[in-house]
């Protein structure tokens, strides 16, 4: 197999290391300062020089917002494209290095295999196992339409289409996420290799299993480093004890307040990586980290540093602005949903905590790069790296709301003003604040105020 790439920024760089730039052709881009231009000693064209030049080859997107581009190739009439964040999150450089190389199954290449819809795993295995000369045979999933179907199988000849599962008594690999699969014969050997997170047990953190339910029917505090969060916010969690999560740069406050996180958490691979000194330098009694960044590990490794917890990092389709996924065991993995915050949330309802407070989850941010979006001084340290995208975060944590109403938990918004409306406000942030009348708290949490 063979690719065309669309886009040429950092996603497209994954997408390099995980295919192997051999079995790129060429890459698109809609900039026409770079058509005509190389990368990687490849060309960059037009999508025009795509359907004159290469139409019989396969389009991997890889554009973290990817829908006016499937717009635009549907509309030439063409449907054999692939979306990356629709891949398994392996292709992206989280969790396991080299999957194909190193996949969690045998390959029993004398028997029949049948792929349950098409991604980019799928496709090489096949020609992996092509080579072999196994009978392969590929089935559409329910997600995929017929000229999908059509054009995809135009596009291998060396398997045959199959529209009936009950009676298959080869291998089976699924490729779609979140779908209710066809009955497969009970003879059939069935391998999911869309989501690897329970098949690779360096995913699972022990460690972090012994937390589970540890702080079950207590109170805690997330904070985040919105610019309403005070450092007498900080001081009174301090005075009051109250078990709180803090993220990111909030040891930018440390100076200023005896208060210190009980759980500090990163996640996003480029800040663990830009502030991997920092974070070596932190003395706190739970560190966690996520696998995003496998050069943040060598440089933890260049500090000396070895006091953190590293959890997996489970990843979500962010184009819809619609986030349903939440881990129900942090110790294999928790879903990223573009905010820390949400990953926090994660850990506290896995921790069994029955009350939860958000402190500084403003989400009125500026545009990124812009002055103002924390409680620190950025003129000199910000740092941008993903676009904030509020409409997002508010579906993750309606996610979360849900969920923990389903366990009978309380999530507070205990932040002085933003725009975060998914959770009942309390007031003066919240913070060891309560009068005797507010039936919000634990008494043990009025008690300590």
Known sequence: MRYIVWGTGRRCEYAIKFLGIEKIIAFIDNDKGKQGTMLFNRKIISFKEYIKNYKDNIILITPLYYTDIVKQIENAGIYSYLIYSKQPQECMGIGKENLLDNLPFFFDVATPTLFYGINLVALE???????????????PSKTMTKEQTKSFLSL?????YMDKSDDFLGNVFLTTK???YPNFSTSAKVFNIYDFSHQFPEYYNPNIAKTCNS?????????????????????????NKIFSFGMNKIYLAFEQTKWRPNCYAAQDSFFIEDYAKDISN?????IYIGDTSKTAQKLFAKYNFNSFETFHVLMSDFCTNILDDFSEDA??????GTTIAYTCLQFAIYMGF???YLLGVDMNYAATGT??????KEEDIYTSYNPFNTELWNSAFNKAKDIAQSRGIKIYNATRGGKLEVFERVDEAGIGKASENDTHYEPSYKEAA
């Open 282 to 286: 932190l003395n706190l009694d739970s």
């Open 178 to 180: 979140a779908e209710h």
């Open 354 to 356: 029955k009350n939860i």
């Open 371 to 376: 002055i103002g979006n924390h409680f620190y």
């Open 331 to 336: 110790a294999w993995g928790v879903y990223g």
């Open 215 to 239: 702080h079950k029917n207590e109170s805690c505090f997330i904070v985040a480093n919105g610019p309403s969060l005070t450092i007498s916010d900080l001081d009174c969690l301090h005075k």
């Open 125 to 139: 295995l096949a020609s992996k196992l092509e080579s072999y000369r196994t009978k392969i045979y590929f089935m």
């Open 156 to 160: 291998l000849p060396f398997s045959e």
